[in-house]
């Protein structure tokens, strides 16, 4: 599970996109939902019996940081047309 908090200097757009990728979260009951879907090349692997739910859980929080990671990066490149205005409050 991650537990890094969302950096508060990202706009809101992007707030939100990394908080919903932060709140994505591995089913055990289902372990084929991947992020990325049917065209992950990690599906295959996903569904290797060999591989234990706690290794699935894990490479599936994998995943979710390098989104997260990804969201950040493009915030704070400045040029995502993604990015909306941040209130006065939020920029101060």
Not at 15 to 38: C, F, R, T, V
Request: glycine fraction near 4%; aromatic fraction near 8%.
């Amino acid at each position: 599970m991650l537990t890094e908090p969302i950096p508060p200097d990202l706009c809101p757009a992007h707030q939100e996109i990394a908080l919903k990728w932060k709140n994505n979260h591995y089913d055990w009951h289902d372990p084929s939902e991947w992020p990325g879907g049917m065209s992950s090349t990690f599906r295959t692997f996903l569904m290797d019996f060999r591989t234990s739910h706690k290794e699935r859980a894990k490479q599936f929080d994998e995943k979710n940081q390098q989104q997260i990671n990804a969201t950040i990066r493009t915030c704070r490149s400045g040029r995502s047309p993604q990015c909306t205005p941040r209130s006065a409050d939020a920029a101060a």
